[in-house]
């Protein structure tokens, strides 16, 4: 079945580079995202990036993607204490379902 | 920049109450969905909507009716409310289409319910 996974907890410290990882079932998922969820409110989104994509930049995001091991990053340069949130990994199956991981808490130590 | 609006933000219930969670958004989307997040949980679809006057279950339907009357308006309704349902639930809305934006999924802050 579909289905989204992520490790649960990340610690880093400030100033270093946080990797966030998910790995995802279906092989016919037609975009990837990263959500960013902060205390008390709903999720955002980060970025995307299309599944015929390698790899998408965006200021101190490098999204990368391995669509042959079904296996997404999210990598956060020169962590700060305000990145410290839930981020969600998500995928948009054929037709109009995304399916969404447990999340992983970073936490970015001062 | 309205985007998606839901209310109430808290709200605590006793076990067999009756209420609905109200949810708005001004984008025009075609697609609106209700999640509900658990503690150290991913999100589960509770419900969508693929336009007004159309609606269909997700994963985790049960205990709960929705109705899309309007694009705007996609209402959640808790008949007989239980402690499962306990939650924090995320209303959100999206394109069906549209490359560009990659069907992103834009959601509301979140109703937080308490079952007791």
């Known amino acids: 079945g579909e289905d989204v996974e992520q490790s649960l907890f990340l610690s880093v410290r400030e100033g270093d580079s946080s990797v966030i990882n998910c790995t995802y079932t279906?092989?016919?998922?037609?975009?990837l995202y990263w959500y960013k969820q902060e205390p008390g409110a709903g999720l955002q989104l980060l970025t995307y990036i299309f599944s015929n994509m390698d790899m998408k930049q965006d200021q101190r995001l490098t999204v990368l993607l391995n669509k042959k091991d079904k296996h997404l990053s999210l990598r956060i340069a020169d962590t700060q204490t305000g990145d410290s949130a839930i981020y969600f990994c998500?995928?948009?199956?054929?037709?109009?379902?995304?399916?969404f991981g447990a999340g992983t808490r970073l936490f970015v130590k001062a | 920049n309205a985007g998606v609006t839901q209310t109430p933000k808290f709200r605590i219930l006793k076990i067999g109450q009756s209420m609905t969670l109200q949810c708005t958004q001004d984008m025009n989307h075609n697609y609106m969905y209700w999640y509900r997040q658990d503690p150290g949980m991913g999100l589960k679809l509770i419900y969508y909507?693929?336009?007004?006057?159309?609606?269909d279950k997700g994963e985790v339907p049960n205990g709960y009716n929705v109705s899309r009357s309007t694009t705007e308006d996609f209402p959640l309704r808790l008949e007989l409310a239980a402690p499962s349902q306990t939650s924090v639930y995320f209303c959100?809305?999206?394109?069906?289409?549209?490359?560009?934006?990659?069907?992103?999924?834009?959601f509301g802050e979140g109703s937080w319910l308490t079952v007791v």
């Open positions: 279906d092989s016919s998922s037609t975009y």
């Open positions: 998500a995928e948009r199956t054929g037709g109009f379902k995304t399916i």
């Open positions: 959100a809305s999206s394109y069906s289409t549209g490359e560009s934006s990659g069907n992103t999924i834009y």
């Open positions: 909507s693929v336009g007004a006057g159309i609606t």
